[in-house]
């Protein structure tokens, strides 16, 4: 096992993420205990001793199996990893209800890392506002041990995350974002690892595989990545591109069955990161994968639409949620929005149209984004 040093910590760089475990009757809310104990115990067996889980991940029972799992092992043979539930606006207010709730569940006196969970467009003004006391009481917790190192995941566009940096970065030892090959550019996650670093952060990492997506290409990809490096599989080229990254320290997996986990440790058994010819040719992989509008974000758009509406942003979304196939960040940014600028308010007056030197069809495209979305 590959490990990074983090403060005077020594972390196996590759982290066993909870948010995918084993289930039974492909019901999420029903975790195999069995099946999840032994690929706990294989993960400490090999090195593995960063676990991380979260307040909602299995419908709330995933602090309840790892906390389970992780209390047949002596507490000093793991790390583990809970997060502030701000995803759900509800939750502002009640940190001190959910926070000694978790630590109950997970069977534990103490975090050793805490993060504040998912800051983004929806939750960013909450998570600023001091009414709510969350900043206030997680660093209490610190101060009395009960939170041993405090950070941040983010969903956010850059600007978020830098509000958020510029009212907490102070007191936030790590920084946790989506990043793979594919969203090194396509959701911006190469720039979001600039700002991560004016704050000497060190960079913890969810989706390395963007959900499984890069658990398996295309055969003309896979044969253009076999012809470099014969004796590797297609899983691992996306940990080696991460391990290409000098400021990634942890590398979250969520690994949803025993194969998953052994095929992962023995990746991780060695240190190979990608020569520049070998990101070159990852990099124009991803970049084919995820060709979607067009859009360069030259903004004529926003100037002549009668209504206000921030088009390239929709085109992102629009991207991402047709790439991905689904998932919850589209529906979400424009949850965050008024409702005045949605993308269901576009008129179809197709001003932008006339400006777009992309010769984007922009009406036709938020009207299939407003479609997708509520299906």
Not at 130 to 152: D, N, P, S, T, W
Not at 222 to 241: G, N
Not at 366 to 371: F, G, H, N, R, T
């Amino acid at each position: 096992m590959i490990y990074k040093k983090f403060q005077d910590l020594q972390l196996s760089s590759l982290g066993m993420g909870t948010m995918r475990l084993p289930i039974i009757d492909g019901k999420n809310d029903q975790i195999n205990e069995e099946e999840t104990f032994k690929m706990v115990d294989y993960a400490i067996e090999h090195g593995v001793n960063y676990f991380d889980t979260a307040w909602g991940y299995h419908d709330g029972n995933s602090e309840l199996a790892i906390g389970k799992a992780l209390k047949r092992h002596p507490r000093e043979k793991f790390y583990l990893a809970d997060k502030f539930p701000g995803y759900d606006l509800s939750n502002m207010p009640k940190v001190k209800e959910i926070f000694p709730k978790q630590l109950e569940k997970c069977q534990v006196e103490y975090f050793d890392f805490y993060l504040i969970h998912n800051v983004c467009e929806l939750n960013i003004d909450h998570y600023l506002d001091e009414k709510y006391g969350i900043m206030e009481y997680l660093l209490q917790k610190k101060a009395e041990g009960k939170i041993k190192h405090l950070g941040f995941s983010a969903h956010g566009a850059y600007d978020v995350m830098e509000r958020f940096l510029k009212a907490y970065g102070e007191h936030m030892e790590f920084c946790q974002i989506q990043l793979n090959y594919i969203d090194w550019e396509f959701q911006k996650a190469k720039d979001k690892i600039e700002l991560i670093k004016k704050y000497n952060l060190p960079v913890w990492v969810m989706e390395p595989v963007r959900g499984g997506k890069l658990a398996a290409l295309s055969e003309e990809n896979t044969k253009i990545l076999k012809k470099l490096r014969p004796e590797e599989s297609v899983v691992a080229w996306a940990f080696r591109f991460l391990q290409s990254i000098d400021e990634v320290t942890m590398i979250l997996s969520g690994m949803s069955n025993f194969e998953q986990m052994k095929d992962n440790i023995e990746i991780f058994s060695t240190n190979a990161p990608l020569n520049e010819k070998e990101k070159a040719q990852l990099l124009d992989i991803a970049d084919k994968m995820a060709k979607g509008v067009p859009c360069t974000r030259c903004r004529y758009c926003t100037t002549h639409c009668p209504q206000g509406l921030d088009i390239p942003r929709f085109m992102e979304m629009y991207n991402e949620h047709t790439f991905t196939g689904g998932g919850f960040l589209a529906p979400m940014l424009v949850s965050a929005l008024p409702e005045d600028k949605r993308p269901d308010k576009c008129i179809a007056c197709r001003s932008c149209e006339a400006v777009c030197p992309q010769q984007i069809k922009v009406a036709d495209i938020l009207a299939d984004l407003v479609k997708i979305l509520k299906e």
